[in-house]
């Protein structure tokens, strides 16, 4: 396997590693220190493995999720089987999905060799010009490193390298597909330029903020090392119902009471927990916004020493303001970020402010009128303890039920509202109005801003509609004509491209990188399919597996395989590009051959002819002229 990404940072991981073996050696005395300045290391592992993972924290305000296992067993069991717990865990059989089987992959110059030993996860890294120059083919001086940590078990598993700096955790360049069950370059997975210098992933700056619980990153700048702390790894109780041993000492005082005395004070005496579903609005959906939120992080918090002050309850706003592009005016602490980085907010949102990528559904649900004029929250439709604990939607909340709880008098008569068949697609609330204009983990994600489809809208911003998501084969000129129709609105001026291709096509051939990765995605998308046919969508997909961009590369052939003729086409999106252009001739062939039977009628949209000739000028020109702005879209 090898990423084709040009250019990386010419210190490469391995020598980062070597670095800090040197630093762990002059610091050695600092790690062996008394257990009051390191803490107790979380698991079994023993010194000095242990030393490299992060510490439990030792200030008596958290309980830890054992302790809330006896009184409410139920609400643990559904909590230990959501994806929320198990964010970031020990490395063990248990926790490990991916193959640690003798694979080895080339990265930046350096081979990575992944293998168990027991129990173990262990890497061994040597530069790939040592190895061949080396009579048996391995380098002298390879590292074998223990691997201590997984973040993920739901779409990918990512793990992590000892950065040798206390417990300074480094990010290990590959990671695992779990539905795919392969090995990929982590960086091939993002909206990212390929064509940028990426940075090492810290996780104890990074991701220790919302994929643990009570997070305290402690770096210590003079001595050069990490003294990072958790109260738990993963999401558990505590992050979402506030730091528990108050709550703990108060149940087993009290349970030592006589039952009258005991009964007496459960009446009185304060709780110590907070039950999110009892909060207001507002204040219940900042308990989710304090992780699932584009956030700006107060210097003067001091956060990394001593962790987030919020709790939940609490006004996320006083601590952790979240960013609103809609309301620029009243966020002056945002002023000197954007001068000195004007394009961060197009690594996280819209132009009109919704946000684009997975992670951040409280930004969608600020801007959302539902939320901002109603009383719609996150549990208004989510629970952790009694959903699928494959997106948290509580039960019977993944149809139209969701909407209709409000919105209850277009129950009687749907279908007058929608416009559409009962039992179709364009009948269900949230196609319509939280259509999947966000991208995250390979994948479109729907939008947490309750909106009306609008063509003027996607003309300005360049969102796509939730009418030409589903209708592939429209153009934005036909949507506006409809919702004209539907609104009894004068119908918006349309370009004249849009009048005659299809807005998804032109998304996927003329777009940006995150554009093109919606578009790839939704040719995939079943009720697209059902709403615009399939077959005609094959050429377009083959020409994006040599897109610039790898994430938009694998959602082509994702969506491809779902093709007539395509079940079983093999394609690897971080193969070299002679080999990706040899998949697209492959791809042509199968669609010359096959697939020129049958097509929608009128083709020309999708520029097809009648007789299934493509108009390949037309198609050239688009990708000629496509928006090849760099991206990042920051996860």
């Known amino acids: ?64 999720s054992d302790a809330c296992r006896d009184c409410h067993a139920g609400e643990h069991r559904s909590w230990h089987a959501s994806y929320h717990r198990s964010m970031t865990q020990l490395m063990s059989p248990d926790t490990v999905r991916a193959a640690f089987d003798g694979q080895a992959y080339e990265f930046q110059g350096e081979r990575f060799t992944m293998h168990r030993r027991g129990d173990e996860y262990w890497a061994t890294i040597e530069s790939v010009d040592a190895a061949k120059a080396a009579p048996d083919g391995h380098d002298p001086e390879a590292l074998h490193l223990r691997l201590g940590m997984v973040t993920g078990s739901h779409h990918m598993q990512v793990f992590w390298l000892p950065g040798m700096m206390g417990n300074l955790q480094i990010g290990f360049p590959f990671a695992w597909l779990i539905d795919d069950q392969r090995w990929a370059p982590r960086n091939s997975l993002f909206i990212r330029d390929p064509h940028t210098v990426l940075s090492k992933e810290n996780w104890n700056m990074t991701c220790i903020r919302c994929h643990t619980t009570g997070p305290q990153p402690r770096p210590n700048r003079a001595e050069r090392r990490f003294a990072s702390r958790v109260a738990d790894l993963g999401i558990s109780c505590e992050a979402c119902h506030g730091p528990g041993a108050r709550h703990v000492d108060r149940q087993q005082r009290l349970a030592k009471l006589p039952e009258t005395e005991r009964q007496a004070a459960l009446d009185v005496e304060p709780l110590a927990i907070i039950q999110p579903a009892d909060l207001d609005p507002v204040r219940s959906s900042q308990v989710c916004g ?35 592009p809609s309301k620029l005016d009243e966020q002056p602490w945002l002023k000197p970020v954007l001068e000195k980085n004007p394009d961060i907010l197009g690594d996280f949102f819209w132009p009109d402010g919704h946000i684009r990528v997975t992670g951040r559904e409280y930004n969608g649900l600020l801007e959302s009128p539902c939320h901002q004029r109603g009383e719609m929250s996150c549990v208004s439709c989510h629970s952790m303890h009694d959903s699928d604990p494959n997106d948290q939607l509580a039960r019977g909340m993944r149809g139209n039920r969701a909407c209709l709880q409000c919105h209850s008098d277009m129950a009687a008569d749907l279908t007058r509202h929608t416009r559409h068949a009962a039992d179709s697609a364009g009948s269900n609330c949230y196609n319509c109005h939280m259509p999947h204009t966000a991208y995250g983990l390979l994948k479109a994600i729907r939008g947490h801003t309750i909106e009306t489809p609008d063509v003027a809208t996607t003309l300005k911003t360049g969102r796509p509609n939730a009418c030409n998501l589903c209708h592939l084969d429209k153009t934005l000129d036909w949507t ?42 939704h040719m995939g998308w079943q009720p697209a399919l059902e709403a615009s046919g399939s077959g005609w969508q094959s050429p377009l997909l083959a020409d994006s597996l040599n897109d610039p961009y790898s994430a938009v590369r694998y959602m082509a052939h994702k969506a491809l395989v779902k093709q007539p003729g395509f079940g079983s086409f093999e394609y690897d999106f971080v193969a070299t590009e002679a080999k990706r252009l040899a998949n697209q001739k492959e791809a042509m062939k199968i669609w010359l051959r096959e697939q020129r039977i049958d097509l929608p009628q009128p083709a020309g949209p999708v520029l097809l002819n009648a007789e299934g000739v493509r108009d390949v000028d037309r198609v050239q020109f688009l990708i000629r002229t496509r928006n090849n702005r760099p991206m990042r879209l920051r996860e």
């Not at 980062?16 to 257990?35: D, H, K, W």
């Not at 918090?301 to 006004?315: I, K, L, N, Q, S």
């Not at 299809?502 to 777009?511: E, F, K, T, Y």
């Open 1 to 64: 396997m090898h990423g084709d990404d040009p250019k990386f940072h010419p210190s490469t991981l391995r020598w980062l590693v070597a670095l800090s073996i040197v630093v762990i050696v002059l610091l050695a005395i600092n790690l062996t220190g008394p257990p009051e300045q390191t803490g107790q290391a979380l698991g079994q592992a023993q010194p000095p493995f242990a030393a490299t993972l992060p510490f439990s924290r030792d200030d008596n305000e958290y309980s830890g």
């Open 290 to 324: 304090s992780c699932h939120g584009m956030k700006w992080f107060d210097k003067s918090e001091e956060w990394t020493a001593h962790g987030f002050r919020y709790r939940p309850g609490d006004d996320l706003a006083a601590t952790t303001p979240i960013i609103q």
């Open 480 to 521: 506006a004509e409809q919702l004209a129709k539907r609104n009894g609105r004068a119908k918006p001026a349309v370009p004249a491209e849009h009048r005659t291709t299809a807005a998804s096509v032109l998304w996927l051939l003329n777009g940006d990188a995150g554009q093109r990765a919606l578009a790839a995605w």
